[in-house]
């Protein structure tokens, strides 16, 4: 099978592409290469015979219809899109350039696509989304695919609006489609603006560790690894039409989540310990959801897929990680926005 994959040198679609060659896969790496995309993410298999890259925009139709007839691949997974919900408050416009035009014009390059090879049955489209498309949860209840969309950011609005354009092309069209929406991911490869890079490095440098707010807001940690895992499975073997739930079931609150990190350091770089000295309470983002929690038991129960680490196990193989991979985190510190406060509003 020939993948496209969008996004494949970010950091969720280079756990994907790394994991499919190895899985024999011929796999098209498709990037604009933005800020947070790095082609050394794809290093490992770049010099494979299955792996071929092509730089592009999705924003740019002409160049996505030239892709797909040039490649003529048997299934699109589609992750290519903004995701940093603090640059989606300072900046949202690129939010929906990138997340709503960019997935209105996969879904036409593939529809074309899909008409000129006569509508093979074994043809997928499949968007990997967020869990962030649902809202906000209280202190309980969880995620599940029949929640009402009730997106807060400009963020998660662009990925419901994405969601719906796919599902509107799988109905109006026959496109055949899957969905797929997950909780918050970590691992190796993170770029180094997210909450869980951001700890480790900040720790590592002996500067203050940012925690917004009190630290309560709750999400469920999915390690990347196993996140990729599931996509494949959702490609090969997930029903047309219908969206699963990925999730780590790995609740934690983010004081939790930066003190087990904080452990971690104490334990595998102790010079500076105790690390946790170094954290910091700082002011909240505008609208930031309190809690997130999946409910998996669709993929669970009709794909057999469960998560293979708890969230302590991964973020010790993470911190250990970027413990020996300074050369790959060091250079991106230097890129826009990085290190700085965004999402003030």
């Known amino acids: 099978m020939k993948l496209l994959v969008t996004g494949g040198a970010g950091f969720i679609g280079s756990a994907v592409v790394r994991l499919a060659v190895s899985r024999g896969y011929e796999v098209v790496n498709l990037d604009a290469l933005t800020y947070a995309a790095c082609l050394e993410n794809v290093a490992s298999v770049s010099d494979s015979p ?19 007839a040039k490649h003529k691949p048997d299934a699109v997974m589609h992750l290519a899109a903004e995701s940093h919900v603090d640059r989606s408050i300072d900046g949202p ?185 170094l954290i910091r309470f700082v002011t909240d983002r505008p609208g930031h959801d309190l809690r997130y929690a999946i409910d998996p038991s669709r993929i669970r129960d009709e794909l057999g897929w469960r998560p293979s680490v708890t969230v302590e196990e991964g973020l010790e193989e993470t911190v250990r990680w970027y413990l020996g991979n300074e050369a790959w985190w060091q250079p991106l510190l230097s890129r826009s926005g990085v290190g700085e406060r965004l999402g003030r509003a």
Not at 51 to 68: G, K, T, V
Not at 227 to 250: C, F, M, Q, T, W
Request: with cysteine; net charge negative.
């Open 50 to 68: 299955f792996y071929s890259f092509e730089q592009a925009d999705i924003r740019n139709l002409p160049a996505l219809e030239a892709i797909f």
């Open 93 to 277: 416009q690129a939010f929906i350039e990138t997340n709503v035009m960019g997935t209105y014009n996969m879904l036409q390059a593939a529809r074309q696509h899909w008409d000129a090879q006569g509508k093979p049955e074994s043809f997928r489209f499949h968007h990997i989304s967020t869990d962030e498309v649902f809202g906000s949860l209280g202190a309980t209840g969880q995620f599940t695919e029949d929640t009402p969309y009730d997106p807060r950011s400009p963020y998660s609005a662009s990925k419901a609006s994405s969601d719906h354009l796919v599902r509107a092309w799988a109905e109006t069209y026959g496109l055949p489609t899957v969905i797929t929406n997950c909780s918050n991911n970590y691992g190796p490869y993170h770029f180094p603006e997210k909450l869980i890079p951001v700890v480790i490095l900040s720790a590592l440098a002996g500067k203050p560790i940012p925690i917004y707010g009190k630290g309560e807001n709750v999400r469920d940690w999915l390690y990347v690894k196993d996140h990729a895992d599931a996509l494949l499975l959702v490609l090969e073997k997930g029903a047309l039409g219908r969206s699963y739930n990925i999730g780590g079931e790995n609740e934690r609150s983010n004081l939790e989540l930066v003190q087990t990190i904080c452990s971690i350091l104490d334990k595998l770089k102790p010079a500076a310990a105790p690390y946790a000295n």
